[in-house]
């Protein structure tokens, strides 16, 4: 985060930086924002359940920085991946534009190294606090689960766990999460990495 | 299309071509037990296995195909209908073994190492058998030498590889890859799928297709199998 700090007490003015952001970040870069004093940027969210379609996330992302992008020298997409299959970094590449360079949120909420050593995990689940406030408009009504109960094994049926990557430390969405794990059938583990490397990419922004 | 006055309707009463249609709406609305009942009504009728499988049940999971793509109906929806067409085909298939139903390929097909998702793996395996594919499923995480093995002990005309994650999809050339460098790449016809992939994708890593959804699996499939037939008979 030293970053932002020393670009905060440079004597230029810091660039006006449009960051079109994940609406599951929302809460987040807010708070970081609100935190580091970063008034040099303009936060635009997208809707999060976006994710439930990622193929319309590089489409609505590109509206938006046509719509927003004047008044701005640089753009930020606060994005990872987050299955559009490459094609919002390409995107990102034609805009001239830059964006988190992760596969998704659990990845650079728990950091590059850190995720890197649990590659193997592949039969878990992950929640984030947003997630975890969210589970039945995000996982548990879109999946049709609130309708059709039966199909959940179809769906999770080679998961073993859910993890909680925790943003912060919230008893409450805690137990949310151990209470979607338990409708999940899985067994639950919950991880604190705080907002991990997120704030260094909005600074870097 | 459900319809609560359609809770009392006797499948056994219908005509033919109204219990077809009825297996339609059956199907698009997920119901098992009525596709089941059914599938024994048209064989008690003395209808041929194969018959049933393409005109009723494939016929409505082409509906329902058309309607995921459209954005009518989604994936639970279509999870529904899946099961329950899976229901008639679990009666069919001993009976379309027996009949000799026509044989259009074979296809080994399997998830990606490092992914267990296979929704959309076992869509595609189920609408490859019903349009006559002969499938041999490996199911998930699957290493390059598990793929290599089953194309050695399978011999399908048609490898298929899935991938849900932006993190697993490279995996696909991996395999593609040892294939060529083992010289059998050209023996086999490589479809890809998956909800992060694209035809770019599947261009870039050597693939012979990449297909969209179940429905676009088969006929990319039937259309490979065809030229390979054309391609044998003037050689």
Redesign the interface.
Known sequence: MAGAAGRLTDSAPPARVLVVACGALAREITALQRAYGWDHLTLVCLPAILHNR??RIPSAVADTIAARRAGHDRVFVAYA?C?????LAALCDDLGATMIDA??CYAFYEGAAAFRDH??E??AFYLTDFLARQFDAFVWE????D??PR?RD??FG??TKLVYLAQTDDPALTARAADAADRLGLGFERRFTGFGELGDWIARA | MSDESEDDLILADLPDDELVQQMFDDLYDGLKPEIEEAVHILLDRGWAPYDILTKALVGGMTIVGRDFRDGILFVPEVLLAAGAMKGGMAILKPLLAETGAPRVGKMVIGTVKGDIHDIGKNLVSMMMEGAGFEVVDIGINNAVEKYLAALETEKPDILGMSALLTTTMPYMKVVIDTMAAQGIRDEYIVLVGGAPLNEEFGRAIGADAYCRDAAVAVETAKSFMARKHNQMATA
């Open positions: 990622p193929e991946d299955g559009t299959g490459g094609r596969p998704h590659a193997d592949i039969d879109p999946l049709g689960l309708r059709h199909l179809m769906y080679h998961y």
